[in-house]
């Protein structure tokens, strides 16, 4: 199941471009209604689960195809929505894209949980259907093509704020899919040294700190924004 959804060829790409611009279009006019829809279509989540699977069973041929599927995806969705946002006649930042500039330690949150969700559906036999809910939780569509506004209308900070939101919902999908994989004992691909496991679970150590402190920087900030706006009005009042 995991493998079969990490390809990014034919359909699977024409179904992310077609995903991408609707996602836009919901973005563009302000409608959360429509980015839900863009999000439940997109086939955005394989590689990034595939990718955290292959960590955790050591199987790195299928490392190397989850990352390049996740890459050539990244880039179809950055070239789609920058075209699409380079034509609209509407460049006005709204408050659905402005949502995704600026990612804190939440956001972290909800791609850890919604990955744990999203992989723990998969390892079970009788699945349920939660992944539409991962997909709407975990936001990966909306900080792409809020990326792909700021490139359009060459705002530098949006494109880096979303870019950045983005890494944080793919890293954390696939480190509590490589968690899950570990956890349930999933047969290893190959048998490596524990010197290179240990060298593996370091750099995950060191990648989740790279990006939880910049997060928890955010999240103060955005703290104090929300005390001193409660100051404005109280004293207003």
Not at 199 to 224: D, E, G, H, K
Request: aromatic share 10%.
């Amino acid at each position: 199941n995991v493998v079969s959804n990490i390809s990014f060829r034919g359909a699977n790409a024409w179904i992310l471009a077609c995903a991408i611009v609707v996602a836009s279009v919901g973005l563009n006019v302000n409608s959360t209604a429509v980015i839900i829809g863009a999000m439940l279509i997109s086939p955005l989540m394989g590689p990034i689960v595939g990718a955290g699977f292959a960590l955790g069973t050591f199987d790195f041929q299928l490392l190397k195809k989850s990352i390049k599927n996740l890459l050539i995806a990244t880039l179809i969705s950055l070239v789609v929505s920058f075209i699409y946002f380079l034509l609209s006649p509407f460049k006005e930042a709204q408050s659905e894209l402005l949502a995704r500039t600026s990612p804190n330690i939440y956001d972290v949150m909800i791609a850890i949980f919604g990955g744990l969700v999203g992989v723990i559906a998969i390892t079970r036999v009788d699945k349920g259907n939660p992944i539409p809910g991962v997909a709407i939780a975990t936001a990966l569509m909306p900080p792409l093509c809020t990326a792909g506004y700021g490139l359009a209308i060459g705002n530098i900070s949006y494109f880096a704020g979303a870019l950045f939101l983005y890494i944080i919902n793919c890293v954390f999908i696939c480190i509590s899919t490589f968690i899950i994989v570990k956890y349930l004992r999933y047969p290893k691909k190959h048998y490596i040294d524990q010197q290179r496991e240990k060298r593996i679970t370091q750099s995950i150590t060191i990648i989740t700190i790279i990006l939880v402190l910049p997060s928890i920087y955010f999240a103060y900030n955005m703290l104090q924004e929300k005390k001193y706006t409660n100051k404005i009005n109280q004293f207003v009042q």
